[in-house]
C-alpha cells in the first residue's frame, strides 16, 4: 500500500529569506565590501628606511662617476663617500628598528633567496656597506686622518665601480620592495615605483652631498650637482605623471584627497619645481643651494610616505584587489 509523500517543508530560513530576512539592508557593509587583502603594518621606520636608502644609493652612483683628481671633482667624491659609509650604517639600524629585534636582522642573512626581494634587498646593503666603507677609509687615509698605508689597501677604481653598480640596485630596489606585492597601488606600478625611486633617491643624493659642498667645497663642482638634480627630478616629475595615468583609478589613493594634495605640494611644486625656479635666480649663492637641498629631501620623503600610506588604502578597496594584474 503506497503512502502520498508530503511536499518538503520549508526550513525556518527559508521562511525568513523569503520574507526578505538575512539580506543586505541599504547601507550596510556586504561580503563584496570588505577588504580582500590585509593592510600593511609599515610605519614611519619604513618610510625612512626607503627614503634614506635611495640617498645612500644615489651616492654611491655619484661616488662612481665623480673624478678624484684635485682640479675636478675630488670634494665630490670625498663627500659621497662619506655620506655611502654614514648611511650604509644607519639603515641597517633603521631597518633592525622595525623589525623589533636584531635577531630577526640576522635571520635574514641565513640564506639568500634570488626571488625574494626583501632577502635581495638585505644583501644588497650588507654588500653595498663592504666597498662603501673601504673606499671611506681609503679616503679618510688620504685626508691624512688614517695611516697612508690603509690607501693602498682601498684601490679606488674597483671600490668605484662596485660602490655605482651595488649603489644603483640598492636605490631602485627601494621600488621594487614595494611594487612586489599584491597591493594593488604597488602592483600597478611594477615599472613605475623602481623607477621613480631610482630617480628620486639619485635627486636626494645630489641635493645632501650639494649642501655639503655649500658649506665645504667649490662653486663649480657645486653648480654640476645642482644640474644633475635637476635632470634627475624633471625624469621624477615625468614619472610621477605617466604613473598617474597609467594606475587610473587604482592610483586615486595616492593622487586624490588631502594625500593627493600633500603630494602635488610637497613633492611635485615644492620638491620639483620649486628648487628648479630657485636655480634660475641669478642671487642666493650657497644659501639658495641649502634652500633648494632640503625643498628636495622634503619631497623626496613626502614621495615615499604617500607610497606607503596610499599603499594602505589601496589595500582596503576590495573592487581594486580583485582586479587582475597587468
Not at 681609503?138 to 651595488?166: E, V
Request: with cysteine; charged share 15%; aromatic share 8%.
Amino acid at each position: 500500500m503506497s503512502t502520498a509523500q508530503l511536499p518538503p517543508q520549508p526550513s525556518e530560513s527559508d521562511r525568513g529569506a523569503s520574507r526578505g530576512e538575512g539580506l543586505p539592508t541599504p547601507g550596510s557593509t556586504t561580503y563584496y565590501e570588505r577588504p580582500l587583502l590585509k593592510t600593511p603594518h609599515w610605519e614611519g621606520e619604513v618610510v625612512l628606511y626607503l627614503f634614506l636608502g635611495g640617498i645612500m644609493g644615489g651616492s654611491g652612483l655619484l661616488a662612481m662617476i665623480a673624478d678624484d683628481r684635485p682640479e675636478r671633482e675630488a670634494d665630490l667624491a670625498r663627500s659621497a663617500r662619506y655620506v655611502s659609509m654614514v648611511l650604509a650604517a644607519v639603515c641597517p639600524l633603521v631597518l633592525i628598528t622595525h623589525l623589533g629585534r636584531p635577531e630577526r636582522f640576522l635571520n635574514m642573512l641565513r640564506i639568500a633567496k634570488f626571488k625574494s626581494v626583501m632577502s635581495m634587498g638585505v644583501w644588497g646593503l650588507i654588500t653595498f656597506s663592504i666597498p662603501s666603507t673601504v673606499a671611506a677609509a681609503g679616503q679618510l687615509s688620504r685626508d691624512g686622518i688614517l695611516p697612508k698605508w690603509i690607501a693602498a689597501l682601498a684601490p679606488r677604481s674597483i671600490t668605484n665601480i662596485l660602490q655605482g653598480l651595488i649603489g644603483g640596485f640598492m636605490a631602485g630596489y627601494t621600488g621594487v620592495l614595494l611594487s612586489a606585492t599584491a597591493i594593488p597601488l604597488w602592483g600597478v606600478g611594477k615599472r613605475h615605483i623602481p623607477a621613480l625611486s631610482l630617480c628620486s633617491g639619485f635627486a636626494g643624493a645630489c641635493a645632501v652631498n650639494a649642501a655639503i659642498l655649500a658649506l665645504t667645497g667649490t662653486d663649480r663642482t657645486r653648480h654640476k650637482l645642482e644640474r644633475l638634480e635637476f635632470i634627475a627630478s624633471t625624469a621624477e616629475y615625468v614619472m610621477l605623471e605617466m604613473f598617474r595615468r597609467h594606475a587610473g583609478s587604482i592610483g586615486d589613493p595616492m593622487y586624490t584627497g588631502a594625500r593627493g594634495q600633500k603630494l602635488r605640494t610637497f613633492t611635485q611644486f615644492t620638491g620639483i619645481l620649486g628648487p628648479a625656479v630657485l636655480g634660475l635666480l641669478p642671487f642666493g649663492g650657497k644659501t639658495k643651494t641649502l634652500l633648494a637641498s632640503a625643498l628636495t629631501l622634503a619631497g623626496g620623503y613626502v614621495l615615499r610616505e604617500t607610497f606607503i600610506e596610499a599603499g594602505k588604502a589601496s589595500a582596503k578597496d576590495p573592487r581594486a584587489a580583485s582586479r587582475q594584474p597587468e
